[in-house]
């Protein structure tokens, strides 16, 4: 059984570029959670995936914009690129039922981007 | 707002101490508590916490939850090198349709030999 994976590993973008990431759930779960985490920092909230729809936002600007497909694995764009988006992006999935009596997550290992 | 917070933000010992990491918060709507080992990219789930004073234990790991000071603790004992790693506290909050997780900024542990 796989269990969360994402792609690609690692992405190195220029300043004003748009980037795409991606991310398969666990089998079996149809929740996806984005997560920001920079150097240093415990993950920062993105947004939350259901239905293919965006059920809850963080902090986070337009710039960044989600979609999750009928097979339940999301992509996370982020546009217009800035030096401070540098971080490690992971991706977690669970059961909306568990999700919602608040039940743990399970982590990809996530796509390290960097942008210069 | 809603935030957690972690201390130490580091920590150093040695193979065979006995450490004790901790995690306050301050959220509306708390449904649960989380702790998560980061080695190197994904965290990977320790403990689930949702009732107070009930301790929840694997191996030499073990973890608290105080509802009313709003804090949870988690302990290892005997250390090992591999314990090396970041701890991360997480709350989950209900807000409107669903739940997300609240980070610490974590604790970062080094077990020297």
């Known amino acids: 059984d796989a269990g969360v994976t994402q792609s690609p590993t690692h992405l190195i973008k220029t300043r004003g570029q748009q980037v795409t990431l991606r991310c398969s759930p666990k089998?079996?779960?149809?929740?996806v959670s984005w997560y920001q985490q920079a150097l240093g920092q415990g993950p920062q909230f993105i947004f939350q995936?259901?239905?293919?729809?965006?059920?809850q936002r963080g902090n986070f600007p337009d710039r960044f914009s989600g979609h999750q497909f009928p097979n339940y694995s999301s992509e996370l764009n982020v546009n217009a690129l800035l030096l401070g988006d540098s971080a490690l992006y992971l991706c977690?999935?669970?059961?909306?039922?568990?999700?919602?009596?608040?039940?743990?997550?399970?982590f990809g290992q996530g796509t390290r981007l960097t942008v210069v | 707002e809603d935030k957690v917070v972690q201390s130490p933000l580091s920590l150093v010992v040695h193979e065979g101490d006995t450490v004790t990491l901790n995690c306050s918060y301050e959220?509306?709507?708390?449904?649960?508590l989380l702790w998560y080992k980061q080695e190197k990219k994904a965290p990977t789930f320790l403990f689930m916490l949702?009732?107070?004073?009930i301790e929840k234990k694997s191996g030499r790991l073990s973890s608290i939850l105080d509802k009313k000071e709003l804090f949870s603790i988690l302990n290892i004992t005997a250390t090992q090198t591999g314990d090396s790693a970041i701890y991360l506290c997480?709350?989950?909050?209900?807000?409107?349709?669903?739940?997300?997780?609240?980070f610490g900024t974590g604790t970062l542990l080094a077990v020297q030999p």
């Open positions: 949702t009732s107070s004073g």
């Open positions: 959220v509306t709507n708390f449904r649960s």
């Open positions: 977690a999935s669970s059961l909306m039922r568990g999700v919602l009596r608040g039940a743990e997550a399970f």
């Open positions: 997480a709350v989950i909050t209900y807000g409107g349709a669903t739940n997300k997780l609240i």
């Open positions: 089998s079996g779960h149809d929740t």
């Open positions: 995936y259901y239905e293919e729809e965006e059920r």
